[in-house]
């Protein structure tokens, strides 16, 4: 059970879009439609931005929406805003009631 | 409102046990459609998730761990715990406990986490 990839960083400029990726293989990501995204601000707990890959939880922006093709999911940040810069996790179901998070990606708000 | 808070020792030897405890209040830990998780993420690093447990006992673990995991729920069902035997510095981390709802495969809430040392 290896860990979800997902790129080191990604930066934009307020006001653009961009979109994060989460490469998984046929035993998570490609098998199951639970893949969760969380935000995680220097010193804090992540809190969940989307669940069963392009659910939002009640309180999260529209502005984040995720998606999935095959084995990889993505996390799309619209309208980017400065309070958007924070570290993005995704996790997968993997069967067998076990989980896999994702490396991590810093998002930086140039 | 839900509120989950980590607590146990900061500091372990290496070969010991880690042992942490996590609270819950404003909820029951044999709520139904509920399972609760720990999770770590040692410094600078990622999330890595250890193991869940669920209302009637069931654990899971993560296959890297399970040899040296336990996960345990407390008869008062406010609270749960993780053990982590022979640990080394490799296990230095912050250790969050989160709640899983049922069909939504989403940690969520979070304790506030709790960093745990490895060093003699």
């Known amino acids: 059970q290896s860990a979800l990839t997902q790129p080191r960083s990604v930066s934009g400029s307020p006001g653009q879009s961009l979109t994060i990726s989460c490469s998984g293989t046929?035993?998570?990501?490609?098998?199951?439609?639970?893949v969760s995204w969380y935000q995680q601000y220097p010193g804090k707990a992540p809190k969940v931005i989307i669940y069963n890959v392009n659910n939002r939880p009640s309180g999260v922006p529209d502005r984040f929406s995720g998606s999935k093709s095959g084995s990889t999911a993505s996390l799309t940040i619209s309208g980017l805003q400065a309070e958007d810069e924070a570290e993005y996790f995704c996790?997968?179901?993997?069967?067998?009631?076990?989980?896999?998070f994702g490396t991590g990606t810093q998002l930086t708000v140039l | 409102q839900l509120q989950l808070q980590e607590s146990g020792p900061g500091l372990v030897k290496p070969s010991e046990a880690l042992s942490l405890t996590c609270s819950i209040s404003?909820?029951?830990?044999?709520?139904?459609?509920?399972?609760w998780g720990w999770i770590r993420q040692p410094p600078g690093g990622g999330l890595e998730w250890i193991g869940n447990?669920?209302?009637?006992?069931?654990?899971y673990y993560s296959p890297s761990l399970a040899s040296r995991v336990t996960i345990s729920a407390d008869a008062s069902n406010i609270q749960f715990s993780l053990s982590l035997r022979s640990v080394t510095a490799a296990d230095t981390a912050v250790y969050y406990c989160?709640?899983?709802?049922?069909?939504?495969?989403?940690?969520?809430?979070w304790g506030q986490g709790t960093l745990v040392t490895v060093s003699s």
């Open positions: 404003g909820a029951s830990f044999i709520g139904n459609n509920y399972y």
């Open positions: 046929r035993s998570d990501v490609g098998n199951f439609n639970h």
């Open positions: 996790c997968s179901y993997a069967g067998s009631y076990t989980y896999v």
């Open positions: 989160a709640r899983l709802t049922h069909g939504q495969y989403q940690f969520d809430p």
């Open positions: 447990i669920y209302p009637n006992g069931d654990t």
